[in-house]
């Protein structure tokens, strides 16, 4: 693992926190999950390790699995 991948997963505002909350059952019990994303300082770093490691569970920089697929989409067509 990277140096730099280390430091943002230090800085999550997710750190310390039940790990469960980030991987809930249904994606509409994903808010509070989304509200801790909201006030993180390394979301986008979050967000684009999940992109680009194609994270398939949980939510990530304030982002779930159908969000995230969207995201990608979204990107393949404006490139």
Sequence with gaps: ???KVIVW???GAC???EPGMFYPDEED???AA???CQQCDVRIACLEHALASREK???W???TERERR???RQRRRTA
């Design 1 to 3: 693992m990277s140096p």
């Design 9 to 11: 997963r230090e800085l």
């Design 15 to 17: 750190r310390g926190l």
């Design 29 to 31: 019990d994903a808010a």
């Design 34 to 36: 989304k509200a801790v």
């Design 57 to 59: 569970q949980g939510v």
């Design 61 to 63: 920089g304030g982002a």
């Design 70 to 72: 969207r995201i990608i």
